[in-house]
């Protein structure tokens, strides 16, 4: 049987402080301070409209340097292999991330951010609005994680998604 194929267009590029993966925050709480910018093509800009009205943004991205997947791999917080799906691990059969980040300053087609976790150069598929009514959850469940709760600004990517 084969595989649907879907396409996707990016629609801009994230710029942050991260050149390499290896040492670069895992996640938006990891990366307190760390701002960025997200420059989106022009032909997307009038999309911007009102964003600045929102002090959060969720950038949607593709991992574009994650190798191919492992549908068990040892996140970054656990020793443990978990499967890919009950973790944020960037090698994934479809290379989707995204980060919830504070929204500074929109400028023409410019979004300057911060709490930036993501590789320079990364490609942005998607730009949403945060918004708490509509993302924030009640009775939440963080399974194996649980373990890792207040560790989470301790820790650093190293190479084992980078082979």
Same mark, same amino acid.
């Given at each position: 049987?084969?595989?649907?194929?879907?396409?996707?267009?990016?629609?801009?590029?994230?710029?942050?402080?991260?050149?390499?993966?290896?040492?670069?925050?895992?996640?938006?709480?990891?990366?307190?301070?760390?701002?960025?910018?997200?420059?989106?093509?022009?032909?997307?800009?009038?999309?911007?409209?009102?964003?600045?009205?929102?002090?959060?943004?969720? +950038?949607?991205?593709?991992?574009?340097?994650?190798? +191919?997947?492992? +549908?068990?791999?040892?996140?970054?917080?656990?020793?443990?292999?978990?499967?890919?799906?009950?973790?944020?691990?960037?090698?994934?059969?479809?290379?989707?991330?995204?980060?919830?980040?504070?929204? +500074?300053?929109?400028?023409?087609?410019?979004?300057?951010?911060?709490?930036?976790?993501?590789?320079?150069?990364?490609?942005?598929?998607?730009?949403?609005?945060?918004?708490?009514?509509?993302?924030?959850?009640?009775?939440?469940?963080?399974?194996?994680?649980?373990?890792?709760?207040?560790?989470?600004?301790?820790?650093?990517?190293?190479?084992?998604?980078?082979?």
């Amino acid at each position: 049987m084969a595989k649907d194929e879907i396409i996707f267009q990016t629609i801009g590029m994230i710029h942050s402080p991260h050149q390499e993966l290896t040492g670069m925050p895992i996640q938006p709480a990891s990366a307190a301070g760390v701002k960025g910018t997200v420059v989106v093509d022009p032909a997307f800009e009038e999309g911007l409209k009102d964003l600045d009205g929102f002090s959060h943004v969720i +950038l949607v991205y593709y991992f574009h340097q994650a190798k +191919l997947a492992d +549908l068990l791999v040892k996140p970054f917080l656990d020793d443990e292999k978990h499967g890919v799906f009950a973790t944020r691990a960037p090698r994934r059969p479809n290379g989707i991330g995204i980060s919830v980040v504070k929204l +500074l300053v929109v400028e023409g087609n410019m979004l300057r951010v911060e709490n930036l976790d993501v590789l320079d150069g990364t490609p942005l598929l998607d730009i949403k609005p945060y918004v708490p009514d509509f993302d924030k959850q009640e009775g939440v469940r963080i399974g194996w994680l649980e373990q890792s709760r207040g560790e989470i600004d301790k820790k650093m990517s190293d190479n084992r998604f980078i082979d």
